[in-house]
């Protein structure tokens, strides 16, 4: 999954995620910020691009109430959505585009661990999700990201342990500063192996490599 360079989606949403720190700092005149949540999900839209529906990742479906406008159009497509919720339905503020891929079953090579920097990872119902920064320069050229299935890892009781490794392929984008990225991954492959019941990644990171361990 290639990673282009930095969206006007993506710089708006971080922007509306900063102006909701400031309102947090009020006076006693001051009204209250709404419960705005940031959720992953998948999103639908009508045949003008309106959003119409988002699919949380724990299944709950919201009705989209305001007129949020997208540029895709009569599709499905996984984002972050930026909303306030009320019963199922959701007034959104703010629907960015993620990158997804499924999960690769291939060994990785060395040009495809370029070093990046992990924010965070969380485990969906069906997706592994990503908060990264990538190192980049002034043309913010492409990246590519997917992660792979390297090997099972047998345990006693007849268990087994997926090992994962995240693929970064650096391209030749120069480093000079970071750029955020998310991605989401789906596992729907590792239903082939019901003996998995616990995940193990690697990533390469400007720190060094650094494991992680999930449930399944």
């Avoid at 007129?67 to 960015?96: E, H, K």
Wanted: with cysteine; charged share 25%; net charge positive.
């Amino acid at each position: 999954m290639r990673i282009l360079p930095s969206t006007r989606a993506r710089y708006v949403l971080c922007s509306f995620i900063a102006c909701l720190a400031l309102f947090c700092s009020c006076s006693d005149e001051a009204d209250f910020a709404p419960p705005y949540r940031v959720d992953m999900a998948h999103v639908t839209t009508d045949a003008s691009g309106l959003a119409r529906t988002m699919l949380l990742d724990d299944g709950t479906l919201l009705n989209v109430r305001n007129n949020y406008s997208t540029q895709l159009r009569d599709t499905a497509f996984r984002a972050i959505g930026v909303y306030v919720r009320d019963g199922l339905s959701a007034q959104v503020s703010q629907i960015a585009p993620v990158l997804t891929a499924s999960l690769l079953r291939r060994q990785p090579n060395t040009s495809e661990e370029a070093p990046l920097r992990v924010l965070s990872i969380w485990r969906g119902s069906r997706y592994l999700n990503f908060h990264l920064r990538l190192p980049t320069g002034p043309s913010a050229k492409p990246h590519t990201l997917g992660l792979t299935l390297v090997n099972l890892e047998e345990r006693d009781g007849g268990k087994a342990t997926a090992k994962l490794r995240l693929l970064h392929k650096q391209g030749d984008d120069d480093i000079y500063y970071y750029r955020d990225a998310y991605f989401s991954c789906d596992l729907s492959p590792l239903a082939d192996y019901p003996q998995v019941d616990s995940l193990r990644l690697t990533i390469i990171t400007d720190r060094g490599q650094r494991e992680y361990g999930f449930r399944r």
